[in-house]
């Protein structure tokens, strides 16, 4: 379990190095708003289309090869990246980057093999932090890397992306022992190994449509949020991508401390679908602060954590459910749908939130992003109900 959390962190510092400077460089090279939430949207487009094959990919020739491609195709990504020198050049090296984001539904899915459902959530929730820890530092470095020479590059953060992901390609393949195993040997009636399902099982079952649904609307927000903030920043507040980075940082922190140290004692105690509503109720009230509030730093540093914290408990939350809720031979599968799903939904945020912010005002996003939590709020509420009377 350890190797690969640290290498998925190692992969997601080199993700969120990237962050911060594409907004910059994307007004560098005459582009708006729009299309530097493009750029962002092109790279979950990938990941809808490449996350679901790669799950499936990894049921059937295992986790360690699966996510070590990942891995190197994220290299070659961002090598691709650091020579980029127009939009063009941008959009192509973030779509082979999106291509290669499988490995989030597949260290779910590793995960899901080690644990028990008991302690499963508090795994999902392990993940949730590895992910804030690298959105935490990737930002603070690719903020100071990209400001090198006194003018937005993707020169230095890129190729430093691009060593991180060959650092954690090289770790998966060498140390991550096959998880996958133990579900093959599950799955071995004494006459040899059972045939795995056919992928349509995943979303046949009552209730699993709406589920993953779910995983759309969720990372709608989320991704709003995530690509709006620096253009908030900047509006409102007049910071570079230094500052930016220090902000991303601040709230990468604060989703690392939650997903590692509360999310297994909240599951426990309410259950993954209670606390979905109250992951939704936070970052409800921090949508209001943005939405209300002055733009100024106090409302930054209060709102920003406020909404990332709460929709972060939905990431291991609805995890958690569809790997209870999936046949154990189809975890990669099924987590891999989740994480395409999500990937979905964060083609459509930026680019809403871009056509809201250009549109109206810097703090208007918000209100989709609130309306986003009100959708989680009320489905988990009413899942809660349905499993109460069955």
Known sequence: ?????????????????????????????????????????????????????????????????ALAA?????????????????????????ALSGMMAG????????????TDENNRGR?????GATFGLGFAFGPFIGGLLGSVGGEPNIFL????????????????????????????????????KVPLPHWTVVIKSPGQLMLFAMFFVTAIGQSICFAITPFWAQAMLGWDQVKVGFLLAGVGLCVAAIQSLAIGPLFKRFGELKSLMIGATAHLIGCAILIFGPGTVTTALIAFPLVM???TVSFPALNSIVSRRADKRLQGTALGFSSGMSALGRVFGPLAGGMVFAGYSANSPFFVVAATGVIAFIWAASEVRRVSHS
């Open 123 to 127: 795994a999902m929730g392990l993940i």
């Open 309 to 311: 914290s709460g929709l």
């Open 70 to 94: 990942t891995f190197l195709g994220s290299t070659l990504a961002y090598i691709a990246l650091a020579f980029s020198s127009s939009l063009v050049m941008l959009f192509v090296a973030r």
């Open 1 to 65: 379990m350890p190797i690969i959390l640290f290498a998925i962190f190692i992969d997601l510092l080199g993700f969120g190095i990237i962050v911060p400077i594409l907004p910059f460089l994307t007004l560098k090279y005459g582009g708006d708003t729009m299309v530097g939430t493009a750029l962002v949207s092109i790279y979950s487009l990938m990941t809808f289309l490449a996350g679901p094959l790669w799950g499936r990919l990894s049921d059937r020739i295992g986790r360690r090869p």
């Open 157 to 192: 953060p890129a190729l430093a992306a691009a060593v991180f992901s060959f650092t954690a390609m090289f770790l998966t393949a060498r140390y991550m022992p096959e998880t996958s195993k133990h579900r093959q040997e599950d799955a071995d009636d004494g006459q040899g």
């Open 103 to 114: 490995n989030v539904g597949i260290a779910m899915a590793a995960m899901s093999d080690l």
